[in-house]
């Protein structure tokens, strides 16, 4: 059985992307350009990897540590771009880092109860 569009997870971590992206505008934070630009370049990866995770038929132990691994620089990015005061989005890439990394891992341990199953 094929899982391509089928696991919700993608599309959660699709979603969670979508929302990064679209931060800046929604609260008016466009003129912060390392907040800003940090959300259009994480978010749009975040959700492109979602697609790229959700189009394959058994997404990789690979494709999904490439998700972890930007959930993980998602939560760093306000300190490393220096914009806490940015509070909003700095809010929205803690928690969407959070959430990235705990699909994602609930993502890699249901794969593994799979693999275990069937084997």
Not at 61 to 84: A, D
């Amino acid at each position: 059985m094929s899982t391509a569009f089928k696991r919700w997870q993608d599309w959660a971590v699709v979603a969670i992307g979508v929302a990064v992206f679209v931060t800046p505008f929604v609260f008016g934070e466009t003129s912060s350009s390392s907040a800003a630009y940090s959300a259009y370049i994480l978010g749009g990866l975040v959700a492109v990897v979602g697609l790229v995770s959700a189009f394959l038929a058994n997404a990789s132990k690979i494709v999904e540590g490439i998700v972890t691994g930007l959930g993980v620089i998602l939560f760093f990015t306000p300190w490393l771009f220096g914009f806490t005061a940015v509070t909003a989005t700095s809010w929205v890439s803690w928690i969407a880092g959070v959430l990235v990394v705990g699909v994602s891992g609930f993502a890699l341990l249901a794969e593994r109860r799979q693999q275990t199953v069937i084997n």
